[in-house]
């Protein structure tokens, strides 16, 4: 048997509340929010004694997912957020957007700013990197619309 799906892609982050203000600006959806603790979730995890607050956020599209998630306890074993792009393990969520200019304005009103500069990738795609709320490395590619003979 293959992969179904993807379900979700998780990332744990300090501040939940901004989090959520974060990707509800960028355009996902909050499905819900919920205490996760317990036995079974330190068994799933390898994390024992974890008190996990999630939120799950939900693309329009209604096709991907985004799972926040805020440790109470134990306490953060490592801060990754200021790796660079060549780092191993995570690297970045990338979003299509509709317009890149506009969601860089919103975005950066919650602190976010482009890694280095928005390209043109051969008149296909708008593509740049950012560095979101606590940090979190976001690709946000616009797709245009390509040229037919006789455009002018």
Sequence with gaps: MTVKRMDNVGIVVENLDAAIEFFTELGLILEGRMPIEGEWAGRVTGVRDQRVEIAMMRTPDGHGRLELSCFHAPAIAADHRAAPVN?????????????????????????????????????????????????????????????????T
């Design 87 to 151: 780092s191993l393990g995570y690297l970045r969520i990338m979003f299509a957007v509709e317009d890149i200019d506009q969601t860089l304005a919103r975005l950066s009103k919650l602190g976010a700013s482009v890694v280095d500069q928005v390209v043109n990738y051969e008149d296909t795609y708008r593509l740049c990197y950012i560095r979101g709320v606590e940090g979190i490395l976001i690709g946000l590619a616009q797709e245009l619309v390509p040229r037919r003979p006789g455009d």
